[in-house]
Nanobody, 128 residues
Framework: QVQLVESGGGLVQTGGSLRLSCEASGRSFGTFSLDDMGWFRQAPGKGREFVAAINYNGGTTYYVDSVKDRFRIFRDNAKNTVYLQMNNLQSEDTAVYYC??????????????????WGQGTQVTVSS
């Protein structure tokens, strides 16, 4: 069974940076490199929202407008890990961040998918 484990969250001041990691375990060697991956977040009192996605080989990325030019998603298939580099963090970025995997024809589709399960997430708190 595939397990996705998010890490790297923490408390940061406005304008600061964090790098989140999501490691996939329980996968056969090489299968992680076949998955499109996405990052999502859930702020207090709100529903979970899509943040960014990357295709299976890292060649294509897609972002929600609110994080474009501040966040960067990338992956290391040799380490079964996808990352989210977050720069110039703002208070509205405070949320629990999750990753998930899918096979999608276009990365934008990741934003509307229903996923059967989620990991525990990693908390990001941005203070002013």
């Amino acid at each position: 069974q595939v397990q996705l484990v998010e890490s790297g969250g923490g408390l940061v001041q406005t304008g600061g940076s964090l790098r989140l990691s999501c490691e996939a375990s329980g996968r056969s060697f090489g299968t992680f490199s076949l998955d499109d991956m996405g990052w999502f977040r859930q702020a207090p009192g709100k529903g979970r929202e899509f943040v960014a996605a990357i295709n299976y080989n890292g060649g294509t990325t897609y972002y929600v407008d609110s994080v474009k030019d501040r966040f960067r998603i990338f992956r290391d298939n040799a380490k079964n890990t996808v990352y989210l580099q977050m720069n110039n963090l703002q208070s509205e970025d405070t949320a629990v961040y999750y990753c998930n995997s899918a096979h999608v024809g276009a990365l934008a589709a990741m934003s509307t998918l229903e996923f059967p399960s989620w990991g525990q997430g990693t908390q990001v708190t941005v203070s002013s």
